[in-house]
């Protein structure tokens, strides 16, 4: 493995190769509202300091911070808040989640609904943020009131914003037990794939005091676009705690095949 040291002096005045304009990026909380508008990047084929990179951090998220109505879910067994499952706060953003039980759950298939905004509009990703604001809700399992905003049921059995009028179905969105991939908290990051290859070492200085700085590319994301790293960790204890938020930040790239 190199050393930061090391790979730093071997690495002085590597060029980082760019393409065209970027098209897309952002997120609120770990995954969703806030953006990135850099310059795209050409795959990364050999050992490179990237420049202009996003820090966010990421984690499974629990269930016991959602309010909504426990309802059934396809791939599950049992119950759970569907606030948890179809939120931009929840599991179908975040990827995996920690149920009422305390076990793993995740995202299995996406299907085709895409996202909503608060205001129930269609939102999408891209390479200067969210086309239509921040990511709400995904555009399935979800009801709208007569004033045509999104609501849902809440485990009172009351409804977050008002009775609805209007159901959209779910459109493929599927769970599953257990973890979605084998990632380990401050040791594993998502990236974009056709920027930095799945399996490589990244040396990030900002988590120096953290970890040493290493991590290994190992999951990707919808809302990971371009020059952005989300960074797996345990959930804070802060409720919806973001963790951190770095911009314009330099890291080492090292691709499996080169080592």
Same mark, same amino acid.
């Given at each position: 493995?190199? /050393? !930061? ?7 002085? =005045?590597?060029?980082?190769? /760019? @393409?065209? !304009? ?12 806030? *953006? ?30 959602? $309010?909504?109505? %426990? &309802?059934? *879910?396809?791939?599950?067994? =049992? ?23 305390? $076990? ?6 996406? =299907? ?21 604001? !921040? ?11 007569? !004033?045509? %905003?999104? /609501? ?37 990051? @998502?990236?974009?794939? +056709? ?27 919808? @809302?990971?676009? +371009?020059?952005?790293? +989300? ?19 330099? &890291? ?8």
């Amino acid at each position: 493995m190199l /050393t !930061a040291l090391a790979a730093a002096a071997s690495l002085a =005045g590597a060029g980082v190769p /760019t @393409a065209a !304009a970027a098209p897309w990026r952002a997120l609120t909380g770990a995954r969703a509202g806030q *953006a990135t508008a850099a310059a795209a990047v050409s795959r990364i084929a050999r050992p490179s300091w990237l420049r202009g990179v996003t820090i966010t951090e990421y984690y499974p998220v629990p269930e016991r911070w959602f $309010k909504g109505r %426990r &309802v059934a *879910a396809p791939g599950l067994s =049992g119950l759970h808040r569907i606030d948890w499952l179809f939120s931009a706060r929840g599991v179908t953003m975040e990827g995996d989640g920690i149920g009422l039980d305390g $076990k793993r759950y995740h995202i299995e298939e996406l =299907g085709s609904a895409g996202w909503i905004n608060a205001l129930g509009r269609r939102t999408a990703p891209g390479g200067d943020g969210w086309s239509n604001g !921040a990511p709400w809700w995904r555009n399935a399992r979800i009801w709208y009131n007569r !004033a045509g %905003r999104p /609501t849902f049921p809440l485990s009172s059995g009351r409804w977050y914003r008002g009775a609805p009028r209007r159901y959209v179905p779910n459109r493929g969105i599927s769970f599953a037990p257990g973890p979605s991939r084998d990632l380990r908290y401050y040791r594993s990051v @998502a990236v974009d794939p +056709d920027v930095i290859p799945l399996g490589s070492r990244i040396y990030i200085p900002a988590y120096e005091d953290v970890n040493g700085g290493w991590f290994t590319a190992a999951d990707v994301g919808g @809302a990971i676009v +371009d020059r952005h790293i +989300d960074v797996f960790r345990p959930p804070p204890q802060q409720r919806f705690g973001d963790g951190r938020y770095l911009e314009d930040q330099r &890291v080492l790239v090292v691709p499996p095949d080169s080592r």
